[in-house]
Structure formats: C-alpha cells, structure tokens
C-alpha cells in the first residue's frame, strides 16, 4: 500500500502566509526606502557558500560554526555550507568583485533567510530571516559608526517598532596592549570564581572567556558584575574612538545606552559592538545586532580594509510588530462582481480587467451564483462594494453598486463607477 502519511514544514522552519506576508512586504519595503535614502544599495549574494569562508569569518569555535551550520558534501567533495550570516557573503563578494576600486566606502544592504541549527522556540528559528547593512571601505571614521546605528534606528521608527533599546560597547581590538590584555585581566578574574560558575562558563575560560560576559544564568549574575570592565581596559585609541561613537550618536538624537557586557558572538568584531532589544519577545529579545569588523575583509584574502554592519532579525521584529498591534488585517477587496446570465459574465468579465487596471483588487466568482449567495460571498471576503451585474442592467448599460458596510446602492454608468470608486479610493488612502 502506497505511504499517505503527510508531509510537514521541516522544525524550526514555516510557511509565511497572508495576511501575514503583506507585514513583510510592508517591513522589507520600508528598508529598501530607509536604506535607499542613506545611499546603500542592494545586493543578493547566493544562500550556500564554502564552509571555509564562514569557518574563517565567523571563526570556528563560535556556536554558529562548531555546532549549528548545515553542511554537506558537493559532489567535488567541496563542503559547502546555507549561510548562518551574510557579513561573511558581502565581504567575499567585495573581494571577488574588485570593488575596492569603486569609490569608498561602499555601502550595501541584503535581505532574505539564514539557517542555523538552534533549538526552535519562539523567536528562534532554523531557518529565519536577515535585513542587514554592510558599509566596507574608507575610513573608521566614528561618525561612520553613528551613521550605522542612526539609519538602523530610523529604520525601527519608520516601520513603527519605537519602543525598542540600543545597548553599545566597544570591545577594542586586537593589538596586545588592548583586547588581549583585558581578556588576560578576565581570564585571571575568572579562574578565581571558577567553582561558583556553571558548566558552560567553565568551559568558556578557556575557549572564550569574553562570552562568559553573555550569561543569563540567574546565579552568575552577581559574580559576574564583579569582574574587570573592558571600558577600564582599552588602549588609547579605542576609547577615542568609543567616545567619539558616543558624541555622534548623541549629535544625531540617538538614545544608547552603555553596556559592557555586549560581546557578541562571532569572531570578528573589533571596536563597536551593539545589539537593539524590543519589548514582548521574552528571552529571544533581540531585533538587531551588529559591529566594526576592521580586518575582516583581509582575513578573507582581500585588501586591508574598514568595515562596520548590522543584521536584523526580521522574524522576531515582525513578532513585535503583531504584538504591539500593528499586524497585518485580512486583505479584502475592493469589488466584488456579483453577475448572473451569459451577457452579464461577459460584461463582468471586462469590468473586472477594467477595474484591475485601474488598481483596484477584485473578485470575479468563475460560476453563476444567485446575487444572495454572491453577496454573502462578498461579505465573507472582506470586500467594500458589490457590482451588480444582471442581464437587465447589461441591456440598460446602468450597473448597481451596492456598499456593503450600510447596504446603500446607486445606479451608475461604467464611467461613473470608475470616476467614483477613484474618488473613494483617494478619500480611504
Ligand atoms: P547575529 O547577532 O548573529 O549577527 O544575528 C543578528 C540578528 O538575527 C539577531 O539579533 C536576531 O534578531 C536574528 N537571529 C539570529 N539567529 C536567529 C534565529 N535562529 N532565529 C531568528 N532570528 C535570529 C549577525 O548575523 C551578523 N552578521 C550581524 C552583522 C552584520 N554584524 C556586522 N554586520
């Protein structure tokens, strides 16, 4: 006997439907424009790249690399990888493409799925969605930092997220009189209070003692605000240009605030991290995080080069977004073509393409209903008027358009129609 079990969307993946997906169009088209205004363009890089070139980027004992990526074999035998992120995507393309020689910096934006193997919840998929920003190239000027957080702010703003927090850190570089140094000063700290800490902690004095820093453990909380702040730590030209990234953002009306804790989880961060926090989304609360990755590019094989970004979880913003009641209704129409009789399909037909045409969204039943049953159609779908077309008003070339809201109706030419649901469209819109 033949299987009949069903199939089922993959866990940790879903389908996105209506009404829900015109919040997506209406997000992704508001980055394109947000974007578009602060002179980024778009750029599609494929979903599978070589394994290596995260291993590189990312680094290969970070959780994304070392336990989440889906790989497999390719025929060559190459390993090949679905992105986790796409920082690493832009600056291999950024390579491959020579655009060193373009006029610096440049500034692009993607948007569209990733894929880690995390343990689905909500909030957290395996197959979830990025609209991230990349600007490579020229200088490290702070005011490029602050320019960053301001077009991703204003973002929020546009789309109707304001109720969110900006936390920044800077987590200095790699030059031994900074980063290093601190991480031997927290190392030092760490194996003092070891036995206090969990598991994971443990293990992370020795692996990455910085993402300790990252612990939501209820009972490490208090230990942790007792070790050595990097703040305290950075050499003199990191906290120059930290206190720069301050003074920018504040020129820009940009509310931050500090947080010292914020180390992120993938390799190449130097300078600036941050990470925006919504409301309502329990443990999974980031909506945003990004940071300066100087030398990314270089490690890549490419030129020294600058380079700073961010990636939004757009999931979990458009969770936000339905939890503060700013979800998508149900799309209705505008016109429901209730006809009967073979001389009024024709018509009703043409009506439809006419009024399409025109920009209106239609419904045109592919059988005959009696207009009872049509209306209660019209009704169920959401729609804003009735056309009633019988052989009658065919023959008197006078159509019926009823509003459903209070059951009025009109008789009307098909050049009235037009004129007038024109009219209404512009008084609704
Ligand atoms: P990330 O912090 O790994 O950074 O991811 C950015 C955002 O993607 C997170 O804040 C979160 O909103 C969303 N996200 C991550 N994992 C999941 C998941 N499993 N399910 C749902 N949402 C998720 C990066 O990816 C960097 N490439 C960002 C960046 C760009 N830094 C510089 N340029």
Same mark, same amino acid.
Request: aromatic share 8%.
């Given at each position: ?175 031994? *009189? ?5 991480? +031997?000063?927290?190392? /030092?700290? !760490?194996?003092?209070?070891? #036995?206090? %800490?969990? $598991? ?13 820093? *990252? ?5 490490? +909380?208090?230990?942790? /605000?007792? !070790?050595?702040?990097?703040? #305290?730590? %950075?050499? $003199? ?193």
């Amino acid at each position: 006997m033949a299987n009949k079990s069903k199939f089922q969307a993959i866990r940790g993946t879903r389908d996105l439907l209506p009404p829900e997906t015109a919040l997506w169009n209406r997000v992704e088209e508001t980055a394109h424009e947000v974007f578009g205004t602060f002179g980024f363009g778009e750029i599609r890089p494929p979903i599978f790249e070589p394994t290596e070139l995260f291993a590189r980027a990312v680094g290969g004992d970070s959780d994304i690399v070392s336990k989440e990526m889906y790989s497999f074999e390719d025929r060559d035998e190459s390993s090949i990888s679905l992105r986790p992120e796409a920082t690493a995507s832009v600056c291999r393309a950024y390579i491959e493409h020579g655009m060193a020689q373009l006029p610096q910096p440049v500034k692009l934006y993607y948007m569209g799925p990733m894929f880690r193997r995390e343990r689905p919840q909500k909030g957290r998929y395996r197959q979830f969605y990025q609209i991230g920003a990349e600007v490579l190239g020229g200088s490290d000027a702070p005011g490029i930092d602050a320019e960053v957080i301001e077009m991703v702010m204003t973002f929020f703003d546009r789309v109707g997220l304001s109720d969110v927090e900006l936390d920044i850190n800077s987590i200095g570089h790699n030059a031994p *009189d900074c980063r290093p140094a601190y991480v +031997q000063k927290l190392k /030092a700290a !760490l194996e003092q209070v070891k #036995d206090k %800490l969990g $598991a994971d902690s443990q293990r992370r004095i020795e692996s990455n003692p910085l993402r300790v820093l *990252d612990s939501k453990l209820e009972h490490e +909380q208090a230990i942790i /605000a007792t !070790l050595p702040r990097i703040a #305290d730590h %950075l050499c $003199a030209e990191c906290t120059a240009h930290c206190a720069a990234v301050k003074r920018q953002l504040e020129l820009r009306g940009v509310f931050f605030k500090e947080n010292w804790r914020l180390v992120r989880g993938l390799d190449y961060y130097m300078r600036t991290t941050f990470e925006i926090t919504a409301k309502g989304l329990g443990s999974q609360n980031a909506v945003c995080g990004g940071g300066r990755y100087d030398g990314l590019v270089e490690l890549l094989g490419g030129p020294p080069t600058k380079g700073i970004g961010f990636a939004i979880g757009e999931d979990r913003l458009i969770l936000s977004l339905q939890e503060i009641g700013k979800g998508a209704a149900p799309q209705g129409r505008d016109v429901y073509v209730a006809w009967m009789g073979e001389r009024a399909y024709a018509t009703a037909v043409r009506a439809a393409k006419d009024l399409r045409n025109a920009g209106f969204s239609v419904e045109l039943p592919p059988t005959e209903l009696k207009f009872g049953k049509a209306l209660e159609r019209a009704d169920k779908l959401g729609s804003r008027y009735a056309l009633i077309l019988g052989d009658n008003e065919v023959a008197e070339g006078s159509w019926t358009l009823k509003t459903l809201a209070d059951g009025t109706q009109q008789k009307l030419t098909e050049t009235e129609l037009l004129e007038f649901l024109r009219g209404r469209k512009n008084l609704s819109s």
